[in-house]
């Protein structure tokens, strides 16, 4: 990738819509491009938190396994998207496994290479820090929106997001295509799959999606609007 395409890249990423272009052009020169194929774990819960992440192309999963064999997604990454970005302060172990949905292209900064920016650069930290709360007030506000919201409400609001991210990459044509399962939008969502199936069937028989095997279609999605209260 060419340092124009990264430093593009990185100024899609809410994490760093704070950064002025010499700071993103910065990044860009250490930053490294990778790719994964579906299913590849990009790492493991548990490893060493060296690197993080953006997303170019492509989409990914955050995962946890309990010990009785279950496994929950927590959140997905599309284009634009950052995982792993702790790394950027701190050696810490990964709290969730990474892996590719389909195949998905990356750039990777090493944290100590961020670290090292933000020591030359203290302008670099501070805006990054602005960014970061910026995350959590809305991740807070969200978390507490969802919990007065009923199970409808919270499934359609995970489509919607998943829809974003397709339109975003620019694959929207005849439909939008997203790659979750029943249980992965159950997850999501913080509902049983059995709630979750319901309320996708009611979507189907109203003609907003059709459903295949781990993917659905989403036909209308500003239809999905009218479940969000």
């Given amino acids: 990738m060419r340092t124009e395409e990264v430093v593009e890249l990185l100024a899609r990423v809410p994490a760093f819509e704070t950064l002025e272009k010499s700071d993103l052009e910065r990044i860009a020169e250490v930053a490294v491009p990778r790719g994964f194929e579906p ?17 170019r192309e492509g989409q990914a999963r955050a995962i946890r396994s309990h010990t009785d064999g279950r496994t929950i997604t927590l959140a997905t990454f599309g284009p634009g998207d ?16 990474v892996e590719a949905i389909e195949p998905t292209t990356v750039v990777g900064v090493l944290g100590g290479d961020m670290r090292r920016l933000m020591s030359e650069h203290p302008g670099i930290a501070m805006r990054l820090a602005v960014a970061l709360a910026g995350r959590l007030r809305e991740t807070n506000e969200r978390l ?11 499934v359609a609001v995970v489509l919607s997001r998943l829809v974003e991210g397709e339109v975003a990459a620019g694959r929207a044509d005849g439909g939008v295509l997203v790659t979750a399962t029943q249980a992965d939008l159950a997850q ?3 509902s049983s799959r059995e709630s979750a199936s319901r309320f996708l069937a009611v979507l189907e028989r109203a003609g907003v999606i059709s459903q295949g095997r ?3 279609i989403v036909h209308d999605p500003q239809a999905l609007e009218q479940y969000v209260f």
């Fill in 144 to 154: 507490s929106r969802q919990s007065f919201q009923t199970v409808q409400s919270r």
């Fill in 214 to 216: 781990g993917r659905l």
């Fill in 39 to 55: 299913g590849q774990l990009v790492f493991r819960e548990g490893d060493d938190s060296d690197t993080c992440y953006i997303v």
């Fill in 82 to 97: 950052i995982f792993g970005e702790l790394a950027m302060f701190e050696d810490e172990r990964r709290s969730a496994t």
């Fill in 188 to 190: 999501l969502a913080g």
